[in-house]
């Protein structure tokens, strides 16, 4: 077996290849510095250059709703964001916890004081789904919307009947009679469900005041839709529940007309995240991508290197 020399094709393609990984390079040298420059240069009010980007943010809530603290945050931003002239808050979501939704309801009834903020449902909205579109200026649900669900729920399971037919006892160290009332090991008793559907009622009361500050409709009307069950779209705008039958689309129209929001304005997602960890995150994904391309160069220059055997 012998070796035969690189002929003057082979040294061509090589040359090609360097001349390409030196340019990849350069590009993702570029880009870092880029990224960085922005992120020390970024104005830290949140805004943009005066009048150029002015946008109108979307906050998709969907899922479960809980205590976001990120997400808090992300909605304080936009509330000093000059350029956001807008909230859209869209929600597609069965409910979650009572302090998340407390906790979303209470940002976006801060940001309601600085924005204009209107809430649109698809096919759910129900629970602390409702709750966090009672501090929109206006409300838009689709006809076949599930919203409503105004109530607290709190649920414990009881398997000591089942523990004791498999032999399992449970035994709990308690500093109180109530502090184990939800234990699977044994029945809740009258005192504790009397002691737990207080707390219930209170969260409850709670619920209420909030669907009649939001709506503004007497509590006691409030107290009569206020027993748990759902709701359609359709039925909701009957009940003052929401205002109109609609989604995006509606919900631009009566920025424009109501607000003075321009209907052309682009729509930008609101994120969690700070502007210079998504920067950040870009950058890294630039970078990891030009490593790749260069690994993937190299190897075929490797491979072109190598003189053909016989």
Known sequence: MRRMPLDADLLLDRRKLKRRLSLWRGAAVLAVLGLVAAVAFAPRDGGLLPGAREHVARLNVSGFIGDDRKLQEALDRVGRD????????????????????????????????????????????????????????????????????????????????????????????????????????????????????????????????????????????????????????????????????????????WLAEARSVPANLPVRDIETRGFAERNLRAAVGAVTDALVTEWLLVDRVRALWQPAAL
Not at 116 to 139: H, I, K, Q
Not at 158 to 167: F, I, M, N, Y
Not at 177 to 186: A, I, T, V, Y
């Open 82 to 253: 000059r350029n956001a002239r807008a909230v859209i808050v869209a929600i597609d979501s069965p409910g979650g916890s009572v302090a998340g939704g407390e906790a979303l309801h209470a940002a976006l009834r801060q940001l309601a004081e600085r924005k204009p903020v209107v809430a649109t449902m698809a096919g759910t909205a129900a629970s602390a789904g409702y709750m966090v579109a009672l501090p929109a200026a206006r409300v838009f649900a689709r006809e076949a919307t599930v919203t409503g669900s105004i109530g607290v729920l709190l649920q414990s399971v009881d398997a000591s009947q089942l523990l004791e037919r498999l032999g399992v006892r449970g035994q709990s160290l308690v500093s109180g009679r109530f502090k184990d009332e939800l234990s699977p090991f044994r029945p809740l008793s009258e005192e504790g469900r009397a002691e737990l559907m207080r707390v219930v009622r209170d969260l409850h009361e709670q619920f209420v005041a909030k669907v009649a500050a939001g709506r503004e409709m007497p509590p006691e009307r409030v107290r009569e839709l206020a027993d748990g069950r759902v709701f359609t779209g359709r039925e909701a705008l009957g009940l003052g529940l929401v205002d109109a039958i609609g989604g995006e689309p509606e919900a631009r129209a």
